[in-house]
């Protein structure tokens, strides 16, 4: 390895270490999320968030497995705060027979996930596992697999992608809730044009970057991955997926709106105040008719994979392949 991946290995870790330093998302991401992605992946799925859809796919492994024992594999699952959820949701539904397997890179979050799941009562429900993705070779058939929110944190994709479907039967499903825009989530060139646009006419009171902790006039168009892994290989996680797996759904969103519901200025936004929900809704509404005309390509994606060809159900038409930007 090279000394540059082994100090970026250093600063994920470090990056991650304190849980103060992990912002929550504001408020106006969960009124946005709620009003028009969830219908989205209902319309999609036929559940109505992702946390369900992972709940449903273990569920119905396990049953399909009989007395035999299911496996979800997490693709770097953090402080599996969402692993812990779905092992006190199998407890509470009486499974049994499923295990999930929780990898990851940062011992300090691992011990964070123990404590947690040991307090929660599911720890005999998972494994922990502390595991470089990029060098991992998958040890047994899964018969599911999540990556939420993580694939845009990975460099090997292909080796890591290759050992998923490796592991994979035809029944098994790989579901993920990623970033897929360009590297770094730096906007691509025709969604960095509406947003300066707006920034022309929208209020100053919108234009506080809360990480930066300063007013911006001009929109800052931030490279964040010169350390660590943050959107490392972003906009290469959509067309890798599309060359290996079939998709069963895909449900493609963002681009244009992502400023104004993110870390940095989605802050400025008061879920309560009409006047920011107008702004949001009027922003949304134009990002998705960009969508759906081919003018912009999604910045994120939730969807189930799977080895063969699968339903290939897509909201508006937005499909895996029209959602890849042909750089």
């Known amino acids: 390895m090279s000394a540059s991946y082994v100090d970026r290995v250093t600063q994920q870790i470090q990056q991650y270490a304190n849980t103060a330093a992990l912002w929550k998302l504001p408020p106006i991401y969960s009124y946005w999320n709620c009003r028009y992605v969830i219908p989205r992946v209902q319309q999609a799925s036929g559940v109505g968030s992702i946390f369900d859809t992972y709940f449903n796919a273990i569920a119905t492994a396990a049953q399909a497995k009989g007395g035999k024992r299911a496996v979800l594999y997490s693709i770097g699952a953090g402080d599996c705060t969402v692993e812990t959820m779905l092992a ?39 494994e922990f596992k502390e595991t470089d993705l990029n060098v991992w070779k998958a040890p047994e058939p899964v018969e599911v697999f999540i990556a939420h929110h993580t694939l845009h944190h990975l460099v090997e994709l292909e080796t890591i992608y290759d050992e998923i479907k490796a592991a994979m039967t035809d029944e098994s499903v790989f579901l993920t809730a990623d970033m897929i825009g360009r590297n770094g989530h730096q906007r691509w060139p025709e969604a960095l044009h509406w947003i300066e646009q707006l920034w022309t006419v929208m209020p100053d009171r919108y234009k506080l970057n809360f990480q930066f902790s300063s007013v911006h006039e001009k929109y800052l168009d931030w490279d964040c991955s010169t350390s660590g892994f943050e959107g490392i290989r972003a906009q290469d996680v959509l067309p890798l997926l599309v060359e290996r797996f079939g998709y069963d759904w895909f449900v493609g969103y963002g681009g244009v709106i992502d400023p104004f519901i993110e870390r940095g200025y989605g802050q400025n936004f008061d879920p309560a105040d009409p006047a920011d929900t107008g702004f949001i809704d009027l ?45």
């Open 88 to 126: 006190e949701k199998l407890r509470a539904a009486k499974i049994a027979n499923a295990r999930i397997v929780c990898l990851e890179l940062s011992p300090v979050r691992l011990e964070r996930a123990r404590r947690g799941a040991s307090a929660k009562g599911v720890a005999d429900l998972m």
């Open 283 to 327: 922003v949304e509404n134009l990002n998705q008719t960009l969508l759906e005309a081919g003018k912009l390509t999604p910045t994120m994606m939730i969807a189930s994979f799977r080895k063969g060809v699968g339903q290939s159900k897509a909201p508006a038409g937005v499909t895996p392949e029209r959602a890849i930007r042909r750089v």
